[in-house]
């Protein structure tokens, strides 16, 4: 039985990919966490629940299995948030462990640029903030995060030059995210302002 962790630990990816299988949710842990980081950048706190209600959509509601779930993806996003909205920029994707083999790792992080981009989008869209989204580095990390979103690697590349390749990517992703986070500072002021959820 999976156990609802306390909202300052952050879940594991497995733990967060087996409870949304457990849930017979329609995404990964992957992208479900890009999606949740697109929707903060834009949204504040108010894209948790819009992000809450997304990733559990195809859930039965009220099962043991979606209730644990959700206890898992609020403490998953109340962790998230705290690390994109502290000054010690500790935030990381939620991503696989090293130890898995890179083409999976590389494959999850391709599906979690993708979750971001999307995230970030309905963000925009309910926030009206087309145009933030369309300008400075938000718009150049949306097209990076867009070109990641297609990459994949082959067995014969798992080497380490394909490792130091993905850490790089994983770094950039992780300093990016912080950075569209500040830049989308007046967008989420206007949000909480307007009460829009």
Known sequence: MLKAPTTTETPTFERI???????????????????????????????????????????????PASRQAGALLEALAASTRAA??????TFQPLLPDDSEPLVERVDCLA????????????????????????????????RDFGEM?????????????????????????RVSVQLVYEELSDVRQRVQSAGIH
């Open 149 to 173: 979103a297609q990459v994949s690697v082959g067995e014969e590349e798992a080497d380490p030059e394909g490792e130091a390749a993905y850490a790089e990517l994983v770094e950039y992703v």
């Open 111 to 142: 599906q979690w640029c993708q979750g971001f981009n999307h995230g970030l989008f309905v963000a925009g869209r309910i926030a009206d903030a087309e145009a933030e989204l369309g300008s400075g580095n938000t718009a150049e990390i949306i």
């Open 17 to 63: 990919e087996e409870g949304l299988r457990r849930a017979e949710a329609s995404t990964d842990a992957a992208e479900a966490h890009g999606s949740l980081c697109g929707l903060v950048c834009g949204l504040g706190a108010g894209g948790q629940s819009t992000w809450l209600a997304e990733t559990l959509a195809d859930a039965q509601a009220g099962e």
């Open 84 to 89: 994109l909205e502290g000054a010690e920029m």
